[in-house]
């Protein structure tokens, strides 16, 4: 699964930077050096000191100054790729990341000065320190070298030149490995950016709207879709239990798409989890004490349903999705959340030393939030572009699920739509 996602990743960029081909008012592009300058938060108890993180970025990017729909809708954005560099301030035991993020990048105002920006990016980085149970141990950010990595930033143009924009930002910075290797608490950086925004091409974007007409280039439109999706994913359940298992998933949705740009939806979802059924079939751990009924229908109480409404936005070939659910069904959370959640301590007797195990904690909070919501967000790529509006579109996606945000699998999933009604 991990090695794959810089293939994606390049996929995504590719189809960002080249996916228009109608004709544009202008081909612009841009180079955009960056420097950071901020805090890693500790992602665990004892977690090694580090001083001020630091990192270098350079994007690569496009203006989307043309006369597609969804550049209209969205205020022209500009796409691109991000690689950067960024030291965690300790390089002997938390290390630098280097990581290769495709972008998009919002006005966040149509009709006032466009100052002020909104920059996601969503892809993968490779870390060259991680835990290590003998001589890396207080490092529970990552264990895996390939991780995904998620960044949002605001801009400001502070100073703007006819080819030179100068930028103050700041923002959020992810990496997670999304639940392949345990420990893995993630590392997540609140950053401050400076950077300088250099244009070039034959003629340069326009601060108006590229369309020829005073009025509303489009009319409002939209149709309605119903959409299925299978999927594999992988996961571990503990760190005594570390090696990978698949997640096998199928959801059914359906919804609208207004202006070719937005899609709202909603739907039904039902996984299987191999490492919760040979967990439960091997009667081991927790099972013959707290959950010995499990052990007549490991199937059933290793499967997981539940209902999802979405939300995401076309950028024709591309599509970011970001879906919020609810479990109906989920048992065997119950002594993932026991195991995972749960510590040891050792206490000396006149005998000796003597360990004890508290599992976590099934009457907080915190634990029944997290076996009944559910959390998916990742990138499409559809076969044919959406702003052609075709009756049937496949897809491939790249998702990370989540129990209310927290990493439970990643996944590659492949999807069928079908578009009707159309107005």
């Known amino acids: 699964m991990k090695k794959k996602l810089p293939l994606l990743t390049l996929i995504i960029y590719t189809t960002l930077w080249g996916q228009n081909t109608q004709d544009t008012q202008s081909s612009s592009h841009f180079i955009t050096p960056e420097i950071l300058y901020g805090n890693l938060i500790p992602a665990n108890t004892d977690f090694p000191e580090t001083k001020p993180q630091k990192g270098f970025l350079l994007s690569f990017g496009k203006f989307q100054d043309t006369t597609e729909e969804w550049t209209y809708r969205l205020n022209k954005p500009r796409t691109g790729i991000t690689l950067g560099v960024n030291d965690f301030g300790n390089t002997e035991k938390v290390g630098y990341v280097f990581s290769v993020l495709p972008f998009v990048e919002f006005n966040l105002f149509r009709k006032r000065k466009k100052d002020l920006h909104l920059q996601v990016g969503m892809?993968?980085?490779?870390?060259?320190?991680?835990?290590?149970?003998?001589?890396?141990?207080?490092?529970?950010?990552?264990?895996?070298?390939?991780?995904?990595?998620?960044?949002?930033?605001?801009?400001?143009?502070?100073?703007?030149?006819?080819?030179?924009?100068?930028?103050?930002?700041?923002?959020?910075?992810?990496?997670?490995?999304?639940?392949?290797?345990?420990?893995?608490?993630g590392f997540n950086s609140f950053l401050l950016s400076a950077s300088a925004q250099f244009r070039y091409a034959k003629k340069l974007p326009s601060s108006t709207t590229p369309f020829l007409s005073s009025e509303e280039p489009y009319v409002k439109s939209s149709n309605y879709f119903i959409s299925l999706r299978t999927g594999v994913g992988q996961n571990v359940l503990s760190e005594e239990l570390n090696d990978k298992r698949e997640v096998y998933s199928i959801a059914l949705s359906t919804g609208k798409v207004i202006n070719s740009t937005y899609k709202i939806g909603f739907g039904l979802y039902y996984r299987f989890y191999e490492h919760y059924y040979d967990y439960i079939k091997a009667n081991e751990g927790l099972i013959p004490e707290f959950y010995s009924e499990y052990v007549q229908h490991p199937?059933?109480?290793?499967?997981?349903?539940?209902?999802?409404?979405?939300?995401?936005?076309?950028?024709?070939?591309?599509?970011?999705?970001?879906?919020?659910?609810?479990?109906?069904?989920?048992?065997?959370?119950?002594?993932?959340?026991?195991?995972?959640?749960?510590?040891?301590?050792?206490?000396?007797?006149?005998?000796?030393?003597?360990?004890?195990?508290?599992?976590?904690?099934?009457?907080?909070?915190?634990?029944?939030?997290?076996?009944?919501?559910?959390?998916?967000?990742?990138?499409?790529?559809?076969?044919?572009?959406?702003?052609?509006?075709?009756?049937?579109?496949?897809?491939?996606?790249?998702?990370?699920?989540?129990?209310?945000?927290?990493?439970?699998?990643?996944?590659?999933?492949?999807?069928?739509?079908?578009?009707?009604s159309f107005k």
């Open 299 to 420: 199937f059933q109480y290793a499967t997981n349903f539940g209902a999802f409404v979405s939300g995401e936005l076309l950028l024709n070939h591309i599509g970011i999705e970001v879906n919020l659910g609810y479990n109906f069904h989920k048992p065997a959370y119950d002594f993932d959340w026991q195991l995972n959640e749960g510590f040891t301590y050792t206490e000396d007797y006149g005998n000796g030393p003597i360990t004890f195990v508290e599992l976590g904690d099934l009457e907080s909070t915190k634990y029944k939030l997290k076996k009944r919501v559910s959390s998916r967000l990742g990138l499409k790529y559809y076969l044919f572009g959406t702003a052609l509006k075709p009756l049937h579109n496949f897809y491939l996606g790249a998702h990370i699920n989540g129990n209310l945000g927290q990493a439970d699998f990643s996944e590659l999933s492949l999807g069928y739509v079908h578009s009707f």
């Open 123 to 185: 892809g993968a980085s490779y870390f060259n320190k991680r835990f290590d149970s003998v001589t890396n141990p207080f490092n529970q950010g990552v264990t895996t070298k390939i991780t995904w990595s998620f960044r949002m930033f605001l801009y400001f143009d502070v100073l703007k030149k006819e080819r030179i924009h100068w930028r103050l930002g700041g923002g959020y910075f992810h990496h997670s490995n999304g639940h392949t290797k345990l420990p893995n608490q």
